[in-house]
Nanobody, 123 residues
Framework: QVQLVESGGGLVQSGGSLRLSCAAS????????MAWFRQAPGKEREFVAA????????LYINSMKGRFTISRDNAKNTVYLQMNSLEPEDTAVYRC????????????????WGQGTQVTVSS
């Protein structure tokens, strides 16, 4: 069982930056691949980025490469999402998730989810 709590969201102007954090409690955080998803009003949940258990491998969707960076600190049981050059289209609820198996890109692969943190980017 893993409990996940996100923080770091807020209101930021276009071009600004935010760093999201996801603190995990429970067993063996370092064994889980982790990911960030987002969901905007009226839209489907969207994969943002993922990181394998050691932190050596990272995945992003193309629109976020170079703007977003995922990282993790297994000693602190925390995964991060650094978001730069934010655009109004990035406005969404961002949720972290712990992978239990399957493709990193599919939300079905994740068995544990946080409640989410709101990111709002104004133009």
């Amino acid at each position: 069982q893993v409990q996940l709590v996100e923080s770091g969201g807020g209101l930021v102007q276009s071009g600004g930056s935010l760093r999201l954090s996801c603190a995990a409690s429970g067993r063996a955080f370092a064994n889980y691949g982790m990911a960030w998803f987002r969901q905007a009003p009226g839209k489907e949940r969207e994969f943002v980025a993922a990181i394998n258990p050691s932190g050596a491998d990272k995945l992003y969707i193309n629109s976020m490469k170079g703007r977003f960076t995922i990282s993790r600190d297994n000693a602190k049981n925390t995964v991060y999402l650094q978001m730069n050059s934010l655009e109004p289209e990035d406005t969404a609820v961002y949720r972290c998730a712990a992978r239990v198996g399957g493709s990193y890109y599919s939300p079905l692969s994740y068995g544990y989810w946080g409640q989410g943190t709101q990111v709002t980017v104004s133009s």
